[in-house]
T-cell receptor, first 115, second 112 residues
C-alpha cells in the first residue's frame, strides 16, 4: 500500500495477557516511530528506529514494553502482562530520514483496550 | 522535562470566524511541525517551520515560529467546518539522538 498500515485496528485483551502490535511503514522509509495517545491527550513518544536499530529506548513506559524492527521494514511493539493503564491508541509513523524536519507519515493506529 | 503546551485545549466557533492556536515551550527546538488529526486517523502534517521568525501560509492557515524558536502559533482565517479536528504541534531537537515532543493538542470544532 501507499501509506503506513497498522494491525490490528482494534484489540481488546484481558489484564495480564501479552499483545503484539504491527506496523508496516512506507517502503523506503528508514525511520520508524511508535507513539501512544491516550484519550484527550497528545502523543507520547515511545521509541524510534533508524533502520533496524533503536538507539534510545528510554521512552518506553516500562520493561513490559519492547519493540523490534526487522529487514528495515516491519516493526512490532510488544506489551507483556498488559495493565489497564496500557489502554490507548498506539500510533506508528515512518519518515524518509531521521531529521526532525522530515514529515512523519502516520498509520491509523491500533486501539488497545485492556479489560 | 521538555514540554510543549498548547492553548486553548478546546475551541468551538462559528463558521467564518478567525482563531489562533498557540504552542509554547521553555525549550528551543530545531524545527516545529503542526499536524491535524481527525477521529480514527493518524495525524497529517500541515507545515514544518525551522527558522526563528519564519511565517508560512497554507491557504487560510498562517503559521509562525517564534524568534527564539520556543513557540509557535497557528492562525486560521474564516474557519470552515472542514477545519474541525485536533491540531497538534510537535517540536524536534537533534542533539545526539532524536526525540519529537508533541503537545496535547487543540480540539477545534467549527459549526456551520
Amino acid at each position: 500500500g501507499a501509506g503506513v498500515s497498522q494491525s490490528p485496528s482494534n484489540k481488546v485483551t484481558e489484564k495480564g495477557k501479552d499483545v503484539e502490535l504491527r506496523c508496516d511503514p512506507i517502503s523506503g522509509h528508514t525511520a520508524l516511530y511508535w507513539y501512544r495517545q491516550s484519550l484527550g491527550q497528545g502523543l507520547e513518544f515511545l521509541i524510534y528506529f533508524q533502520g533496524n536499530s533503536a538507539p534510545d529506548k528510554s521512552g518506553l513506559p516500562s520493561d513490559r514494553f519492547s519493540a523490534e524492527r526487522t529487514g528495515g521494514s516491519v516493526s512490532t511493539l510488544t506489551i507483556q502482562r498488559t495493565q489497564q493503564e496500557d489502554s490507548a491508541v498506539y500510533l506508528c509513523a515512518s519518515s524518509l530520514g531521521l531529521a526532525g524536519n522530515n514529515e512523519q507519515f502516520f498509520g491509523p493506529g491500533t486501539r488497545l483496550t485492556v479489560l | 522535562t521538555q514540554l510543549l503546551e498548547q492553548s486553548p485545549q478546546f475551541l468551538s466557533i462559528q463558521e467564518g470566524e478567525n482563531l489562533t492556536v498557540y504552542c509554547n515551550s521553555s525549550s528551543v527546538f530545531s524545527s516545529l511541525q503542526w499536524y491535524r488529526q481527525e477521529p480514527g486517523e493518524g495525524p497529517v502534517l500541515l507545515v514544518t517551520v525551522v527558522t526563528g521568525g519564519e511565517v508560512k501560509k497554507l491557504k487560510r492557515l498562517t503559521f509562525q515560529f517564534g524568534d527564539a524558536r520556543k513557540d509557535s502559533s497557528l492562525h486560521i482565517t474564516a474557519a470552515q467546518p472542514g477545519d474541525t479536528g485536533l491540531y497538534l504541534c510537535a517540536g524536534a531537537r537533534n542533539t545526539g539522538g532524536f526525540k519529537t515532543i508533541f503537545g496535547a493538542g487543540t480540539r477545534l470544532f467549527v459549526k456551520a
